[in-house]
């Protein structure tokens, strides 16, 4: 859904609903539903093949024991009460005027659709029938999408609307098989594909300032390792979108305690990303992306107790205000470049 107003007061020409360069989930939701509409990041229960020796062990190498998903919440046993616990916290001051909220129950850690298929049913049911839910989301991996779980989903959006986020974090697969991601991507527009098949929205998650394997070199400012270069980041950007994927998630590289690449990182191996270079390459992402691209997140959030760098990001506000002035600085607007990417 593309939601546009014509002229900002920039007066710098067409914008999006809310004044936003970009076609923001959260004014999407807004304008679908009247009323604020907020993610509510649950515990799926699952595991994940990446971590069991299904398709590899000890994980994506960034990925932290929570399984990234730091934030979500067990529901003390049950996705009810988590949901009445979340709409019970709101203040009339964060509601802003809309007298009741809706939420999406996100299941968010490990690879959602990987735990055994009733527990699958018995979650996702429970939480996309709540009365204050409008829809489903559910994270996972390209290669744990079964045709069962696939007709579940299906099943369930016709209930309400069920959008599965991918995470594909690079589309460069030397990159990726040194992160340990364990899958090819060419499975991501095939998955993509087969949710499209079937009635769901899809979302899929990268990921900007990846260290990139030894036999690319060098980095030019004398670490062992490089970073992946503007041109790759933009390229899995743009594969994103051209597998017909609904949305994009962007998300900038946190080094966390106790992974794989914390070993990396303070062994001096590479380094993280300035919240300048960061802001100027989601610009760049943004300027490149379909209007009708869907954008659920342009930074992302660690727990500070495990949170190892860049420490900056550890004020998402700060990070979210900085890149809105890059964004107003450069004049990015949400698809304003994709022609000459064409
Ligand atoms: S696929 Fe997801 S849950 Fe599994 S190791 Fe990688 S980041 Fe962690």
Not at 224 to 234: A, W
């Amino acid at each position: 859904m593309v939601l546009k107003e014509t002229g900002s007061p920039a007066g710098d020409g067409c914008v999006f609903a809310g004044g936003a360069r970009y076609n923001k989930t959260g004014d999407v939701l807004k304008t679908k539903y009247g009323t604020k509409v907020y993610k509510l990041a649950l515990s799926s229960g699952a595991t994940c093949p990446n971590r069991d020796g299904t398709c590899g062990t000890g994980g994506c190498i960034f990925c932290s024991s929570s399984g990234s998903g730091d934030f979500a919440q067990d529901g003390g046993g049950s996705i009810t009460a988590a949901i009445d616990r979340a709409a019970a916290s709101l203040s009339a001051s964060k509601l802003k005027g809309f007298e009741k909220p809706l939420f999406i129950p996100y299941f968010q850690d490990f690879s959602a659709t990987y735990a055994p298929l009733e527990t699958q049913r018995a979650k996702f049911t429970e939480a996309i029938n709540h009365p204050l839910a409008a829809e489903l989301y559910v994270a996972t991996r390209p290669d744990c999408l079964p045709d069962d779980v696939v007709d579940l989903l299906a099943e369930l959006s016709r209930v309400k609307p069920v959008t599965v986020e991918l995470g594909l974090q690079t589309c460069d697969d030397a990159v990726a098989s040194f992160l340990n991601r364990g899958y090819p991507s060419r499975m991501f527009p095939e998955a993509v594909a087969k949710l499209k098949a079937a009635g769901l929205n899809t979302v899929g998650h990268m990921i900007a300032g990846l260290p990139c394997p030894p036999s690319y070199g060098p980095s030019d400012d004398g670490f062992p390792l490089r970073l992946e270069s503007r041109d790759s980041i933009l390229a899995t950007a743009d594969f994103i979108t051209s597998s017909g994927a609904d949305g994009i998630k962007i998300h900038l590289l946190h080094v966390l305690e106790n992974t794989a690449l914390a070993g990396m990182y303070k062994k001096g191996l590479f380094r993280t990303l300035s919240l300048e270079e960061y802001a100027g390459l989601v610009c760049d992402i943004i300027d490149i992306l379909p209007e009708e691209t869907v954008v659920h997140r342009i930074t992302g959030d660690a727990p500070k107790s495990i949170l190892i760098s860049p420490l900056w990001s550890g004020d998402k506000k700060i990070v979210l205000n900085f890149i809105a002035r890059e964004m107003a600085r450069r004049g990015t607007v949400q698809g304003r470049l994709r022609s000459e990417k064409q």
